[in-house]
């Protein structure tokens, strides 16, 4: 099963990454009736910021919007190693 987010629905009830017990994402016509841009702030800089890259890849997939993962996920930088120099 993919690493979907899950919120606590006790804290926040309406949170529009909630899922049944089933994974099937709840609120599916939130994310379908954004266009992209929205959905692109909306992982980058609103709901979905704090999530994991694999969270929001998984998300992403469910939602059928692959094609906007390079502009969502943040792209880990490693810094040379010594024996490189």
Do not use: C
């Amino acid at each position: 099963m993919p690493d979907y987010y899950r919120p606590d629905l006790g804290l926040d009830p309406d949170n529009p990454f909630a899922r049944d017990q089933d994974g099937k994402l709840v609120r599916r016509s939130y994310w379908m009736d954004l266009i992209d841009s929205s959905v692109v702030l909306a992982m980058t800089k609103g709901i979905g910021a704090y999530l994991t890259n694999d969270q929001k890849r998984a998300h992403l997939a469910d939602i059928k919007r692959e094609h906007l993962i390079d502009e969502i996920l943040i792209q880990e930088v490693f810094p040379p190693d010594d024996d490189d120099f």
